[in-house]
């Protein structure tokens, strides 16, 4: 008799809680071929309301070489999301468009490696500033891009030495570069 009055209990304690815990998501998938047309379409998802979530650049089945974005809109969430879509060839390239983002109140939340019809090999990063976030936190930027491991495993101790952490990595070849390993690294700006 207990136990069915426990498991009762839990079972009105879940019905009661479920509404709470279930959230409605709404995902949009974003594909081309162009860096371009991505930069508008995902700005387009942004002014909707939606927020990146994932990235990645290669082949599809039907698409062919395309950057996939993935985005996502929760009814709990309000606002809206500005997005810069930096692509190039060099790496130092991205670093200092990276800053610049970051100057400007942008942060990084994605990277990939895209190989597009028009621009060759790219190493793509998106930035993202909220509509509330104008006037927050700054970042400021380093770019690690290496073809060993062992270099890379010491220059994210020398950049974590300077308070900088990592925040993401991508592996592909860049035009230039040939086969590299690409991190994006983080911290405060001063």
Same mark, same amino acid.
């Given at each position: ?6 498991? /009762? ?9 479920? *509404?709470?815990?279930? #959230? ?9 071929s162009?860096?371009?047309?991505? #930069?508008?379409?995902?700005q ?7 927020r990146?979530?994932?990235?990645? @650049?290669?082949e ?7 950057? %996939?974005? /993935?985005v @996502? =809109?929760s009814?709990?969430e ?7 879509l930096?692509?190039t060839?060099k790496?130092?390239? /991205? ?7 970051g ?6 939340? @994605? ?9 060759g090999? $790219? ?9 509330g ?5 700054r ?9 060993k491991?062992?270099t /890379? $495993?010491?220059?994210l101790?020398?950049?974590a030495?300077?308070?900088f952490e990592a925040?993401?990595?991508? %592996? @592909? =070849?860049?035009?230039?570069g040939?086969?590299?390993i ?5 911290? *405060?700006? =001063?």
């Amino acid at each position: 008799m207990n136990r069915a009055i426990s498991v /009762l209990a839990s079972t009105l304690c879940l019905a009661v809680a479920a *509404p709470a815990f279930a #959230q409605s998501y709404t995902y949009k998938i974003l594909a081309t071929s162009k860096t371009s047309t991505m #930069q508008k379409e995902m700005q387009e998802a942004g002014d909707a309301g939606y927020r990146f979530i994932a990235v990645m @650049g290669g082949e599809t089945a039907i698409g062919g070489k395309e950057v %996939v974005v /993935l985005v @996502g =809109k929760s009814a709990a969430e309000q606002g809206t999301f500005a997005y810069r879509l930096l692509a190039t060839s060099k790496t130092s390239t /991205l670093q200092k468009e990276l800053q610049e983002a970051g100057d400007a109140g942008y942060h990084a939340v @994605g990277q990939t490696v895209f190989e597009s019809l028009f621009g060759g090999k $790219e190493t793509v990063a998106i930035v993202e500033r909220g509509s509330g976030d104008a006037n927050t936190k700054r970042w400021e930027y380093k770019l690690i891009a290496t073809s060993k491991t062992s270099t /890379l $495993e010491k220059e994210l101790k020398e950049v974590a030495e300077a308070g900088f952490e990592a925040i993401d990595l991508t %592996v @592909g =070849k860049t035009a230039l570069g040939g086969s590299e390993i690409v991190v994006i690294t983080r911290r *405060p700006a =001063k």
